[in-house]
């Protein structure tokens, strides 16, 4: 009996990185996820969001994710022909989910560091926050070309 196969969308791009939870680990984050998103030719626009996306996820993770001995991992998902970015950083602590201030939030009010998910939202199309077993979690966050946008 002949059945069909899934088709798999080749043209959908994947790249996966382990780093330290170091400042250089999310230094390196942001520079590679700057570099693949060149090399596959992501619009710039979506490159550039995405650029300070993965370095406040990463510094989030970074900052609020450490497990000493624990690296954090990026993964970038990026479909060209929808104009899709999806970006994620998975960390190990997943006891404690990442919460913006309210949007009316006065910036003088905010703690020194406070304005990180508010940069998020503001450049991500969607976030949130999704545990990963067995003890982590995982930002994603998904970032729509501009022109592709209905």
């Not at 680990?25 to 995405?50: C, H, K, M």
């Not at 022909?81 to 994620?88: F, I, N």
């Not at 969607?126 to 077993?133: E, S």
Request: hydrophobic share 40%.
């Amino acid at each position: 009996m002949n059945h069909a196969l899934p088709q798999v969308d080749r043209s959908t791009r994947t790249f996966t990185q382990l780093l330290s939870s170091t400042r250089r680990g999310a230094r390196l984050a942001r520079l590679l996820a700057v570099t693949e998103l060149r090399t596959w030719g992501a619009p710039q626009d979506l490159t550039e969001r995405a650029e300070l996306v993965v370095a406040e996820l990463a510094a989030n993770a970074v900052l609020h994710g450490l497990v000493p001995g624990r690296c954090f991992r990026l993964t970038l998902v990026f479909d060209p022909a929808a104009g899709r970015l999806r970006v994620e950083v998975t960390d190990a602590r997943g006891e404690v989910y990442p919460q913006p201030p309210p949007a009316d939030t006065e910036p003088e009010t905010l703690h020194p560091g406070g304005r990180g998910l508010l940069l998020v939202a503001a450049l991500a199309d969607h976030w949130a926050a999704v545990p990963h077993p067995p003890g982590g979690k995982t930002v994603r966050a998904e970032l729509i070309d501009t022109r592709t946008r209905a």
